[in-house]
């Protein structure tokens, strides 16, 4: 082999094991990228119902925090025998023989234990409210009305929906 096809044939090869280095460090990269985007998925937030006291002065926030705290336990109780329910309801689908009617009962049932609580946290926060000012009721309203915030998973950070 002549000394210039081996200098041709060195440059090939350099280049073709650029390329491979190149795709493999590439591959890595976007894999190690990817992996980290679903980590920071972005992850519904604490609901309104709880963020609100942040809208409230700092005297009146832990008043709220309180006021919420054993409606909460109860609420939390009873959401997670909602959510049992609608899993067995779900499982009605796969019996044979299939009974729509049993399905659709089971899943009221869950919403309806889903809606007692709900009731029962709403209602201890107007009743809290009734002790609030015009301003404080306003700003409380406004952290009510809006959608849950969604927060990055890892770090924390609490971003607005938008």
Same mark, same amino acid.
């Given at each position: ?67 919420? %705290?054993? *409606? ?5 109780? &009873? #959401?997670? $025998?909602?959510?049992?329910?609608? /899993? =067995? ?44 000012? %015009?301003? *404080? ?5 406004? &952290? #009510?009305? $809006?959608?849950?915030?969604?927060? /990055? =998973? ?9």
């Amino acid at each position: 082999m002549s000394p210039r096809n081996l200098t041709i044939a060195l440059f090939i090869s350099l280049a073709v094991n650029l390329f491979a280095i190149g795709a493999v460090v590439g591959g890595l990269v976007i894999g190690v990228r990817m992996t980290e985007g679903r980590q920071m998925a972005m992850r519904p937030g604490p609901p309104p119902i709880f963020t609100a006291a942040e809208s409230l002065p700092e005297a009146r926030q832990d008043a709220y925090r309180q006021a919420l %705290l054993a *409606e909460a336990r109860e609420a939390r109780q &009873a #959401l997670m $025998q909602a959510s049992q329910a609608r /899993r =067995e309801a779900w499982e009605g689908l796969a019996k044979e023989p299939y009974d729509p009617a049993t399905v659709q009962r089971d899943l009221a049932a869950a919403q309806a234990i889903e809606a007692q609580a709900r009731s029962v946290l709403e209602t201890r926060i107007v009743t809290f409210a009734e002790d609030l000012s %015009l301003e *404080e009721r306003q700003a409380l309203a406004g &952290a #009510l009305s $809006q959608p849950p915030r969604r927060q /990055r =998973e890892g770090r924390g950070e609490r971003l607005r929906e938008r």
